[in-house]
């Protein structure tokens, strides 16, 4: 059965209050590959600029450091998940990864046109490494939850670059690297991905990253920023 099959839109569709903490224990950190976006001359920006209007900014760290992610549900009775996420690199300018965008091909069974940005735009593909904290499965992706800034704009997933992400969460799960956009059990983790486009030449500053949706109908989530420079 094709794994898309299986992802739900629970996380997305809950109404949810995002408590975070940062993690302590950084042993688990590994090197990055950083940001590979043109280095254009960028105005010094605030702390918490890339943060959305009127947000709760829980704290700060940069790409390797770990913090982690506590969702609460509406719903009492339902175990809250818990996520350690770690932005490992933030790649701009360059092509989707071929190997993923050739394998969603294969899975169609039809050549597909090669993906390209809107005009005047690069992609950016952010890579995270989640890990199932919390007491259940769990399930959790980048749509609506992170956002790549370039000082205080801030540029979410629209739906195309959320299918071209879930190309690069299918690609790893066929490679067996599932991820939680295909649910993780407590103790496991696994690669998260999401594909921004920002205008060409310029250098992404931080990521702002919560629960779910950043914005509910309870107002603007709470969430952290990972700081890029």
Known sequence: MDARLKVSRTVAAAVLLVVMAA???????????????????????????????????LGTVRTGEPFTVRVVYSDPADDPD????????????????????????????????TPTPEAGKQFCVV??????????????NADGSVSLNVGDTRYTQPQKDADYALDYAQYYFD??????????????????????????????TSIWVT???????????????VLLK
């Open 175 to 204: 490679k067996g690297q599932t991820g939680p956009t295909f649910g993780l059990n407590p103790g496991s983790r696994g690669p998260a991905h999401g594909v921004f486009q920002i205008p060409t030449g310029q250098q992404p």
């Open 23 to 57: 993690c302590s224990d950084n042993s688990d950190q590994a090197s990055t590959e950083g940001t590979t976006a043109p280095d254009t001359p960028t105005a010094p920006v605030a702390p918490t600029a890339g943060a959305p209007p009127g947000a709760e900014v």
């Open 211 to 225: 629960g779910s949706a950043i914005t509910t109908i309870d107002g603007v989530e709470p969430g952290w920023l």
């Open 82 to 113: 818990r996520w350690q996420f770690t932005v490992r690199s933030v790649t701009c300018g360059k092509p989707l990864d071929p190997a993923v965008m050739a394998h969603a091909a294969e899975s169609v069974g039809s050549p597909t046109p």
């Open 127 to 140: 890579a995270i490494d989640a890990l199932n904290v919390g007491k259940s499965e769990a399930v959790w």
